[in-house]
């Protein structure tokens, strides 16, 4: 199947390519969902060796699902299930009803909650009798800081530190 063909499918509100894509995600993470209408609801089931993060899988399916639109979808249940259990640890369900504008608000809210924490360790070492300072060494580690951080949203800083030529800046989303 094809891309475009895929997408149009589970705009239909076909369960195999809405499987489809979530496995593209899902694969490399050694997770597998598996989707299906029942009594009607749409039901994705999440499996992998361990048990899901409900709280980051459960944020992907709503998203990608409120992103897709399907039309035949009102009500999606989530569940996150170990490998070869009986029952699925977790549950979770939503209506995509529900307003775009309340989603990014639910999102924000998620995201001040659990902030994400990224570091950044640069390590330069040169030649002093070339002229390198510790200056030169801190001026070029905050362009490179720049210039890695210039792709993310809403970071905020928490920690920089520099010195002897290492620069570690800590920062916070």
Known sequence: MTQPNILKLAKQGDTEAIASLMNRHLHPKAMTAK????????????????VPNQQILFAFVRKGLTALGAASVEIVKVYGQQTDSEFPAWSQEFDLGIAEAELEALDNEQSSINPQTLTICINLSGDT???????DFEIIANQIST????????????????????????KER
């Open 35 to 50: 989707v299906a209408f029942k009594d009607g609801y749409l039901e994705v089931m999440l499996e992998s060796a361990e």
């Open 129 to 135: 009798a070339r002229g390198l300072t510790n200056q």
């Open 147 to 170: 210039d890695i951080l210039s792709s993310c949203t809403d970071v905020f800083i928490q920690k920089v530190s520099i010195s002897n030529g290492s620069s570690v800046i800590t």
